[in-house]
Structure formats: C-alpha cells, structure tokens
C-alpha cells in the first residue's frame, strides 16, 4: 500500500504530530551496540523532554509528548530491527503521519564515526531496518536520520561489526554525536527538513 505524498500542503499540517523513529534491537545484550544507535538518541530526546515511562503499542515502545510547542510521537520498534517496518507502517497509519513529518535515526556503515547527516529519502544501503520501513511504507522518500559508525576493521564481517558495543575511547564521541542528533531533530521539527541538513550536514567534530 503506497501513502499518501510526503509534501502534504502546510494547510494540512500546523497540528499533525511528528513521528520520530530510532531503530534498534529490543533487549539489553544489544543496549549498547553500534546498531541501536536510533535507540540511544531516541532515549536521550526522550530524557531532555521528561516524556517518562514509554507504551508499547504497535510493536513499538512509545512515547508522546511536546517539543517546542509541536505534538511529537517517539517510538522504539521492538520487533528487531529486520522487521521495523511493521511498527513504522502501523504508527504512520494510525496516527495519520505524513511522510514530511516522518523521521528515522538508524546507524550508518557508510558513515565515519564523527558524522551524522541528514536526508530526505533514497535507498537503503543495505540496511535491513529501513528495507523493512520502505516495504511497509511503499515508498523510500521520508526522512532520515544517519549516525555515522564506520566501516568494520580489516576483515571484520559487518554484520558482527554492527552488533558491537562502542569501545571505551569512543564514548565521547559518541555522547557528542547523540546530543548533536538531539539537536538536529529540534530543527528538524520547528524549522524543517531543509533547515536541519543546511546546519548539521557540513558538521565536523571540530565545529
């Protein structure tokens, strides 16, 4: 089933919610991965705007709250990450999201660690988080967020790479990149799509 366009007219959307998706695998072996990247930036927005204790609700923990004066849905697919496309197509159909107001954080191995760009649709990647969304969805044009996490040393398989833990000296780093992310889904949601890649996506760690 294909939605509706991602350019809805402005008209339709002054008090449509914002759906805001981090991709991950649900459980606390993986809480720390490289792959739960969406989850971690999910929870730290979560925490700076004392949304609370999450739902669960279409296969997806849940969270709604406001940010800076916009309605906003926060969701953890929980069905693991091949599989998020269920949660995302669910959420987008019953809470009636526009694709524009849609956004996905997932990690990125095309990425280096340091980087996190936003986009307003194209392919995977390979991802199988976002494969998943693009199946349920019908379409790829619908935000997203890439967090950046490099390619796997020497012959590192990626799919082991992905479910790794950060190492220690990547912390740091790693909690910038988060409140970075954390910031761009600020513009993105009162400034827009445009705004947010004109401001983080020439970003290094130096600036």
Known sequence: ??????????????????????????????????????????????????????????KALVLSGSLDGHKVILAKPQTYMNLSGEAVGSLVRYYKIPLA?????????DLPFGVIRLRPGGGAGGHKGLLSIMDRLGTQNFPRLRFGIGRPPG????????????????QPTLELLIDRA????????????????????GMTLET
Request: charged share 15%.
């Open 182 to 201: 954390v910031q761009a889904i600020h513009v993105f949601v009162t400034e827009g799509l445009d705004a947010a890649m004109n401001r983080f996506n």
């Open 1 to 58: 089933m294909i939605l509706p366009s991602a350019r809805p007219l402005p008209s339709e959307t002054t008090a449509l919610p914002y759906l805001l998706v981090g991709l991950g695998n649900p459980g606390r072996v993986y809480a720390r991965n490289r792959h739960n990247v969406g989850f971690m930036v999910i929870d730290a927005l979560a925490r700076q705007l004392n949304l609370g204790t999450p739902r669960l609700q279409m």
């Open 101 to 109: 107001h849609l956004l996905v954080i997932h990690d990125d191995l």
């Open 155 to 170: 012959k590192m398989d990626p799919a082991d790479y992905v479910l790794q833990d950060f190492g220690a000296n990547e």
